[in-house]
């Protein structure tokens, strides 16, 4: 497999390495420690065209493809995975989703302000009885003529409070099970629209997690996405896509904990010289490159897929499922490399290691991603 980098691969790549070591490091602990959004930074990279990459040029989008999607979501993730979380959902579930199959009017009114960051998106499906059972939707829209009328709650929403504009999947028909499913965007302020308080969480403290409440919000038709009963279809749709952004994310948390292991390591004296010299570490740094090269090209292979509109269901579920195992592994041995240094704040790969649990959760869990895997590869 040739995953030949182009010139404007390399200079967004380059793009996104400075911006987070310009904009992101300085404050990262902080905003960590504190779970702080980071407000100005996410403002600053819709600035910088990173929150709506894929999407269409006409509607403020950067019009470029996966791979440079997932190199900048790997460089930004190795230093924040609060703030590429923001990214990933607006990039891959919410701008994606829309730009694919929303409207001339959907696209208008909403995508040319989130591909900006002039307003930033969330994609909620997962509620208090269905997180990986996804058909299971116990929030409804009953149809009343001119509107759809919303009741139900969505649980741990990336960008809760923060988001301006809400694809939301609720059931239309409970009979027709997941055919019976539509997806609609919701604007934050309708009445009946509540935000729950934010969520006390491991890692990636930086985002905002909330739940929702929708009680008698009532919903204008040309609100909803696609045709009648498309919504479970565009939900697993949008999702695939949004699982190699994730792993992306996943590839770069264990890249910038390696990257701070190996510098540790040449400069970390132990038994009369730097620790890198024992193979106790050396053979520990062989095994973390090596599992985050295997990543890399799952990553890309899922890009390119994608690009080379190819199905990407298997490739992006094994990108996921790969590079969120070698985030968790990786970063518990950047942590051991650290020694005692590595259980404290300042060291940074401690926080590593916490962000780097949400990838085996988000998007579908480790196990949901072999159920697509086994499925696919089992069909015929
Ligand atoms: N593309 C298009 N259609 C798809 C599809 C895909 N990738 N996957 C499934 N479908 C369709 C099927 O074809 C089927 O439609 P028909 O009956 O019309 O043929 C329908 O969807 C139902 O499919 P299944 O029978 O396979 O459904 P299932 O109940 O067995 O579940 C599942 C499939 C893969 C487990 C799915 O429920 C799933 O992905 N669950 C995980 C949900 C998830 O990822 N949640 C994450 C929340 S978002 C998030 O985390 C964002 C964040 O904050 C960062």
């Known amino acids: 497999m040739d995953f030949k980098l182009t010139e404007e691969h390399l200079m967004i790549k380059e793009a996104a390495r400075d911006f987070a070591k310009n904009e992101l490091l300085p404050g990262v602990i902080e905003r960590d420690e504190k779970q702080e959004f980071p407000k100005e930074q ?21 019009g470029m493809d ?4 997932v190199l900048a979501m790997e460089e930004i993730s190795k230093i924040d995975a609060s703030a590429s979380v923001v990214m990933s959902v607006n990039n891959s ?36 009885e269905a997180g990986s059972d996804a058909t299971s939707q116990r929030t409804t829209a009953i149809d009343k003529g001119d509107h759809y009328l919303l009741n139900g709650t969505k649980n741990w929403i ?43 969480k491991l890692g990636i403290r930086g985002s905002d997690t909330h739940s929702l409440m929708f009680n008698d919000v009532k919903v204008p038709k040309e609100n909803r996405i696609g045709e009648d009963g498309f919504g479970f279809k565009f939900a697993m749709k949008t999702l695939s896509g949004g699982r190699i952004g994730i792993a992306a994310q996943a590839l770069g948390i264990a890249a910038g904990a390696y990257e701070l292991a ?12 730097e620790i890198m010299n024992h193979q106790a570490i050396a053979f520990k740094l062989a095994d973390m490159h090596t599992s985050i090269e295997a990543a890399r090209h799952l990553v890309m292979k899922a890009a390119c897929d994608k690009d080379n509109g190819e199905n990407y269901d298997l490739s992006g579920a094994m990108a996921k499922l790969f590079a969120s195992k070698t985030a968790m592994d990786v970063t518990i041995e950047a942590v051991q490399v650290h020694g005692g240094n590595g259980y404290v704040k300042e060291y940074h790969v401690e926080r590593l290691m916490r962000d780097a649990k949400i990838t085996q959760i988000y998007e579908g869990t480790s196990e949901i991603q072999k159920i697509v895997i086994s499925r696919s590869i089992l069909k015929d």
Not at 66 to 69: G, K, M, Q, R
Not at 99 to 126: H, R, V, W
């Open 262 to 273: 190996k510098e540790y390591s040449k400069v970390r004296k132990a038994f009369g010289t």
């Open 42 to 62: 996410v403002k600053k990279m819709g600035e910088l065209g990173f929150l709506g990459m894929m999407a269409s040029p006409e509607y403020g989008g950067g």
């Open 158 to 200: 990336t960008n809760g409070s923060t988001a301006d504009f809400y694809i939301v999947i609720a059931q239309t028909d409970v009979e027709k099970k997941h055919r019976g499913i539509n997806a609609f965007i919701i604007e934050k302020g309708w009445k009946g629209f509540d935000i729950g308080p934010k969520e006390q």
């Open 93 to 128: 579930l919410v701008c994606w989703g829309l730009d694919t199959y929303g409207n001339e009017e959907q696209k208008k009114k909403f995508l040319s302000k989130l591909t900006t960051g002039e307003s930033i998106g969330a994609f909620c499906l997962s509620e208090p």
């Open 66 to 69: 996966t791979v440079a999607y």
